[in-house]
């Protein structure tokens, strides 16, 4: 694998991370604060999520 676009993908997430507490500080503080509210299966249910919709993701583009 390419190690640019390793380093290319780790730059866009963290752009898209940015983006919402920079647009909305507040949002992202009550979103936050709602996610330390949820239990460690829901969070783990949630993660789970996002790897598998991650995967698919590179699986349709690659």
Known sequence: MDTNVFWAALALMLVLEG???F???GGW?????KLL????GQLRFFGLTSIML????LWIVL
């Open 54 to 57: 991650g995967l698919m993701l």
């Open 37 to 40: 509210q949820l239990r460690d």
């Open 29 to 33: 503080r009550q979103t936050f604060l």
């Open 19 to 21: 983006l919402f507490p």
């Open 23 to 25: 647009l909305s500080p």
